[in-house]
Each structure stands twice: as structure tokens, then as C-alpha cells.
T-cell receptor, first 111, second 119 residues
Framework: DAKTTQPTSMDCAEGRAANLPCNHS???????VYWYRQIHSQGPQYIIH?????ETNEMASLIITEDRKSSTLILPHATLRDTAVYYC????????????WGAGTKLIIKP | GAGVSQSPSNKVTEKGKDVELRCDPISGHTALYWYRQSLGQGLEFLIYFQGNSAPDKSGLPSDRFSAERTGGSVSTLTIQRTQQEDSAVYLC?????????????????FGPGTRLTVL
């Protein structure tokens, strides 16, 4: 079973920030939070990952709560091309390499 | 640099035929993974290769499925006597493995997948 829970779907206006929440209340101390997305008919795309500090890269920012039981992926200026299913996954690097996928959040960016 | 590539992108076959799916990982990546994704579903792990170690085949659904990785690079997933329930997108991923590095990660990077349709 997936160790994360995410909303089934979300809408966001083009140009606005998209904030995607993820609950991982049973996360263990050495598990990282990873985010991937899958655009229709394409392979999953890695976005970002983090342990406890907030992380930012060219694609997104990842905000992890102090207790690490939840996190938020932020796409700062969403475009139509960001429409995809976003997956939040927790795992230990070098540990169980089988990515355990939940249902993800279907993010729809509207013009 | 070049990402993970897979071929063919689409494969239509008749029930009972054998198929071979190919994956070219990112250069220098020592770990390679196969997953499959049925329509509207999440990814299902199939098999994992790491260097010269014996592969982890625990996810293969039946003995009709096999995979090999030659020279530590290219991998081929073979499905014998295909069945209609084998229809899915087959995804390959590769990663570095840096488990000995504190804080190191083995982020998986995926190819575009092969869509297999068994008639």
C-alpha cells in the first residue's frame, strides 16, 4: 500500500502558483520525500526530493513540515504544460528501490 | 545529456506471440529498473538490475516474463506467449547508486515507455 495520501485532483489558473499537498504521517526518520509527475502518454518525470529542509530547483519548490508528516510541492508559475498527474513517494535512498506509487493528484492548469 | 530511451514506442502483437522490449539507460547509470503501468493505474515493479549482481526478479508476474542486461548497459524485457492481460505501458528507469555516500540518492529517471497491445 502507498504510504502517502494526496488529493485526487486539483485545478490551478495559468500563471498562478500550484500548491500540491501530500500527507505522509508514517514517514520514518531516514525516508526522503520524492515527487514525480506523469504527463499524459509519457514516462514519469522526476521533479524534486528532500529529507527535512525545504528544497528548490528549476522546476519546483518542496516544503516539508517540521514534523515531516506532510509536504507541499509548489510550481511557482504554472503553465498549461504542467497539467499532469503528480506523485508523492517516500523512500529510503538505497533502500527499497521499488517505487511505491499511489494514485497521485491530477493537476489541471486552466487558461 | 541523453535520457533513458526505449524501443519500440508502440508494439501491437497477437496473443501467443513473443515480444522483446528494449531499454537504453542513461550512460554511467549502474542500476536499471523495469515497471509496467496498466491503463489508469500506478506503476508496478517488475525487475531490477544493479551492476553485476543477480537481478531482483521478484516483481515478474509469471515465468513468461524475463529480462537480461548485457554488458551492464542495454536491457531487454521479453514476454513469451503474450496474453491480453499483458497489454500495458512498459517503463524502464535507470539510476546511479550512491548508497555509500551520506545523503546520497538513487533517483530513478524514466524512459518514455513502450505501449504494448496484445490483440
Amino acid at each position: 500500500d502507498a504510504k502517502t495520501t494526496q488529493p485526487t485532483s486539483m485545478d490551478c489558473a495559468e500563471g498562478r502558483a500550484a500548491n500540491l499537498p501530500c500527507n505522509h504521517s508514517t514517514i520514518s526518520g531516514n525516508e526522503y520525500v520524492y515527487w514525480y509527475r506523469q504527463i499524459h502518454s509519457q514516462g514519469p518525470q522526476y521533479i524534486i526530493h528532500g529529507l527535512k529542509n525545504n528544497e528548490t530547483n528549476e522546476m519546483a519548490s518542496l516544503i516539508i513540515t517540521e514534523d515531516r508528516k506532510s509536504s507541499t510541492l509548489i510550481l511557482p508559475h504554472a503553465t498549461l504544460r504542467d497539467t499532469a498527474v503528480y506523485y508523492c513517494i517516500v523512500r529510503v535512498p538505497g533502500g527499497n528501490y521499488q517505487l511505491i506509487w499511489g494514485a497521485g493528484t491530477k493537476l489541471i492548469i486552466k487558461p | 545529456g541523453a535520457g533513458v530511451s526505449q524501443s519500440p514506442s508502440n508494439k501491437v502483437t497477437e496473443k501467443g506471440k513473443d515480444v522483446e522490449l528494449r531499454c537504453d539507460p542513461i550512460s554511467g547509470h549502474t542500476a536499471l529498473y523495469w515497471y509496467r503501468q496498466s491503463l489508469g493505474q500506478g506503476l508496478e515493479f517488475l525487475i531490477y538490475f544493479q551492476g553485476n549482481s543477480a537481478p531482483d526478479k521478484s516483481g515478474l508476474p509469471s515465468d513468461r516474463f524475463s529480462a537480461e542486461r548485457t554488458g551492464g548497459s542495454v536491457s531487454t524485457l521479453t514476454i513469451q506467449r503474450t496474453q491480453q492481460e499483458d497489454s500495458a505501458v512498459y517503463l524502464c528507469a535507470s539510476s546511479l547508486v550512491s548508497v555509500l555516500v551520506t545523503g546520497g540518492t538513487d533517483t530513478q529517471y524514466f524512459g518514455p515507455g513502450t505501449r504494448l497491445t496484445v490483440l
